[in-house]
């Protein structure tokens, strides 16, 4: 699945090579799949988008919002796949859930893998779609500080319990993190992932903060993670510390066995060691 590290590096890629480019045709693609959520029908869509020009592209959480001026945003997300630039003359996949032809030949198609968003909104409406509304800071904001971050920990577990995984991964109380990079953050973090986040101190606090930041920035950094691919189909350099490859082979901190477990819809890999 697309977190905000990979929709960043195809955001900044679609600035570099299709912004400013012109639309010629454009539909919903040829292989229907019931979880790809459409906010209208193919026909409205295809019309919609013809003379368009695409603008300044930009990421909120796990969105990517690509402008279609001069009234329109395409919106992509909760998505994964494969969102790729193809040049003039170049072979369609044979399936996709998005296409969009520019007049000078070359193509942007999109493939959409388990479930997600492809929308097309007028004007200022995309900010009134649900999980968008009211969405709080990413850690790629300005406002994503270490004293919001502190009070954040302090509003949510003022009635509920959460773990130190629900924090990164759950209601999207951090926008645009997801399973993949949590595990990374709570192994750079020392935490496990059933480890109840009103219990930390602030050292633990900070410590967890950073690790954050200093994930989403090295995943960027990388081109995006290795089992990703950005617009040009090319996978990313970012090696996860805690993924598959890791269960069952030593920790490289400390040499304690990484272990599996199943936690709150996905699978977890940590350090009995170094987060306990």
Request: aromatic share 10%; hydrophobic share 35%.
């Amino acid at each position: 699945m697309f977190e905000i590290a990979e929709y960043t590096i195809l955001s900044n890629q679609i600035n570099q090579v299709l912004k400013g480019k012109i639309v010629h045709t454009g539909n919903l693609g040829n292989s229907p799949h019931k979880f790809v959520w459409h906010n209208c029908e193919n026909e409205e869509f295809a019309a919609r988008l013809a003379g368009k020009v695409i603008g300044e592209s930009f990421v909120r959480g796990r969105w990517l919002f690509i402008p279609l001026e001069p009234d329109f945003i395409l919106l992509l997300g909760e998505c994964g796949g494969k969102l790729l630039y193809h040049d003039p003359g170049a072979k369609l996949p044979v399936k996709y859930h998005l296409y969009v032809e520019f007049e000078d030949g070359s193509f942007l198609t999109e493939t959409t893998q388990m479930w997600g968003a492809l929308e097309l909104y007028e004007g200022d409406k995309v900010w009134e779609r649900e999980y968008i509304k009211g969405m709080r800071p990413t850690p790629l904001d300005d406002a994503f500080t270490i004293d919001y971050f502190n009070q954040l920990m302090i509003e949510i577990t003022k009635n509920k319990k959460y773990s130190a995984k629900a924090l990164l991964t759950q209601e999207q109380l951090i926008p645009g993190l997801g399973n993949a990079c949590a595990q990374d953050i709570l192994f750079k973090a020392g935490l496990h992932p059933k480890h109840d986040i009103a219990e930390l101190d602030n050292k633990e606090r900070k410590n967890l903060y950073e690790a954050v930041i200093e994930t989403v920035q090295a995943i960027i950094a990388g081109g995006g993670r290795y089992d990703e691919v950005d617009l040009f189909g090319q996978p990313g350099g970012y090696i996860r510390l805690m993924d598959k490859n890791a269960a069952g082979k030593p920790c490289q901190h400390c040499g304690t066995v990484i272990k599996k477990i199943s936690y709150l819809g996905g699978a977890c890999y940590f350090c009995p060691s170094c987060q306990p």
